[in-house]
């Protein structure tokens, strides 16, 4: 079992940077792949970005590709999220999720995560 709070989360202007944090209780998070996703007001959840297990393994989506960079921390139990070059169109609730097995194309498929955060709020004004 993996719990996962997200924060850092906040209202930021058009152009401003923001890092997530995702904090996961239980000995086993260093064998779990972590991903972001979002979930836009009236939108599916999208993916946005995946680590594995290790670090030496990221994959951004196309959407945010050269924005955002995924990283972790295993002696924190943490995964974190750098979004540069914030747009209005990231404006989201932002969830991170935790995956079992192995790294592949899979790692940007919601229904492939096993565990998930509440979320937090990221609100871009232009």
């Known amino acids: 079992q993996v719990q996962l709070v997200e924060s850092g989360g906040e209202l930021v202007q058009a152009g401003g940077s923001l890092r997530l944090s995702c904090a996961a209780s239980?000995?086993?998070?260093?064998?779990?792949?972590m991903g972001w996703f979002r979930q836009a007001p009236g939108k599916e959840r999208e993916f946005v970005a995946a680590?594995?297990?290790?670090?030496?393994?990221?994959y951004p989506a196309d959407s945010v590709k050269g924005r955002v960079t995924i990283s972790r921390d295993n002696a924190k139990n943490t995964v974190y999220l750098q979004m540069n070059s914030l747009k209005p169109e990231d404006t989201a609730v932002y969830y991170c999720?935790?995956?079992?097995?192995?790294?592949?194309?899979?790692?940007?498929?919601?229904?492939?995560?096993?565990?998930w955060g509440q979320g937090t709020q990221v609100t871009v004004s232009s």
């Open positions: 999720a935790a995956l079992r097995g192995a790294w592949g194309p899979r790692v940007g498929t919601t229904g492939e995560y096993d565990y």
């Open positions: 680590i594995n297990w290790s670090g030496t393994n990221t």
């Open positions: 239980g000995r086993t998070f260093s064998s779990y792949a």
